[in-house]
C-alpha cells in the first residue's frame, strides 16, 4: 500500500462531468410526446407540449418553495415527486395507480432513460478510484442530482462500492455551491478538512462550495475551460488537471514524458 501516492486522505467527488460523461436532451419533443402518451395510458391526459409546459411551472413553483421554507440559496427538488404531482393534476383520484411513490419512481426513471443519449466513465477513472481505495484513500460522492435519475446509473456503472457514502442533492433539499451540503458530508463522516479535497469540474458549484467552507479544491478540466478563462478564474491555491491519472503524485503523461518542449505546469496549473 503507498499511502504517499494521494496528496489527501479523503477525496469528495463530484459525479457528472467529473467522473462521468454524459449527455442528456430533456427539451426533445418527441420525448414529451413520449412521456405523455405514457400518462394518457394511466388516464391522465397531457399532449406532450402542455406536459412540458406544466412540468416547468411545477419545478419552478417547488424550487422557490423550498428556497423559503430552508431559507437557502440554492435549493434542490425532488423530480419524482413532480412527476406523481403531474399525475394527480391530471387524474385528482389516483384510481389507476396504486402505489403511488413507485409508480412516480417508475415514471422518473424512464424519463432519464429516454432523455438520455450517452453515459460512461472517463477513461482509466474506475481503476483510478480502485487504486485510490487500496492506497487507504476515503471516497465520497457529493453530487448536484436527482436521486432516482442517479441512483441506477452509479450501479450501471459499477461504482456503488466505491464510495464510502453517497450524498445527492434531491435527498438533501440543497445543492452544491450551498455550503451546508458539503458541510454535511464533513460532519457526518467527522473529517478532518486539512486532510480532504473536494474533486469536480466546475469553479461555480464545486470549486466555489469547497472555498465557502475553507476547503482545498480540484479542477477536473472536462468543460473545457479555456487557458484563458482559467487564468482569469484566479482562483488561489486550486489546483486545475485535465484527467483524473492526475490525482496520483507520481503519475506523469506519456506525452509529458516524451516531449521535453511541453509544459508541465499547463498539466498541473495553479491558479
Known amino acids: ?32 410526446d413520449t412521456m405523455a402518451q405514457i400518462y394518457q395510458s394511466y388516464g391522465a391526459h397531457y ?40 399525475y394527480l393534476e391530471s387524474h385528482s383520484t389516483g384510481s389507476s395507480v396504486h402505489h403511488l411513490k413507485e409508480w412516480g419512481r417508475l415514471v422518473a426513471r424512464t424519463f432519464r432513460v429516454l432523455s438520455r443519449k450517452r453515459l460512461e466513465l472517463y477513461p482509466h477513472t474506475k481503476e483510478v478510484l480502485e487504486d485510490m481505495i487500496a492506497a487507504g484513500c476515503r471516497i465520497y460522492l457529493l453530487s448536484n442530482a436527482q436521486a432516482d435519475f442517479t441512483n441506477p ?39 478532518n478538512p486539512d486532510k480532504t479535497v473536494m474533486v469536480g469540474n466546475d469553479f461555480s458549484t464545486d470549486v466555489a462550495v469547497a472555498k465557502s467552507i475553507g476547503m482545498q479544491s480540484i479542477l477536473i478540466n472536462t468543460f473545457p475551460y479555456s487557458d484563458e478563462e482559467l487564468r482569469d478564474k484566479r482562483q488561489a491555491g486550486v489546483r486545475v488537471i485535465h484527467e483524473i491519472q492526475e490525482l496520483q503524485e507520481d503519475y506523469f503523461p506519456l506525452e509529458v514524458i516524451q516531449s521535453p518542449h511541453c509544459d508541465i505546469g499547463r498539466r498541473q496549473e495553479v491558479l
Not at 449527455?23 to 418527441?30: I, K, Y
Not at 406544466?54 to 413532480?82: F, G, M, N, W
Not at 434531491?170 to 445543492?175: E, K, L, M, Y
Open 153 to 191: 446509473e452509479i450501479d450501471l456503472l459499477g461504482l456503488r462500492e466505491i464510495f464510502h457514502d453517497i450524498y445527492l442533492s434531491s435527498d438533501a433539499g440543497i445543492r452544491k455551491p450551498q455550503q451546508e451540503f458539503l458541510v454535511k458530508v464533513i460532519k457526518e463522516h467527522q473529517l
Open 47 to 86: 399532449t406532450g407540449e402542455s406536459l412540458q409546459v406544466r412540468y416547468k411551472e411545477l419545478v419552478q413553483q417547488a424550487e422557490e418553495s423550498i428556497a423559503k421554507e430552508k431559507q437557502v440559496t440554492y435549493p434542490e427538488i425532488d423530480l419524482t415527486v413532480i412527476f406523481v404531482q403531474l
Open 1 to 32: 500500500m503507498n499511502q504517499q501516492k494521494y496528496a489527501f486522505k479523503n477525496y469528495i467527488f463530484d459525479f457528472y462531468g467529473t467522473l462521468v460523461d454524459i449527455e442528456t436532451d430533456e427539451s426533445s419533443p418527441v420525448l414529451w
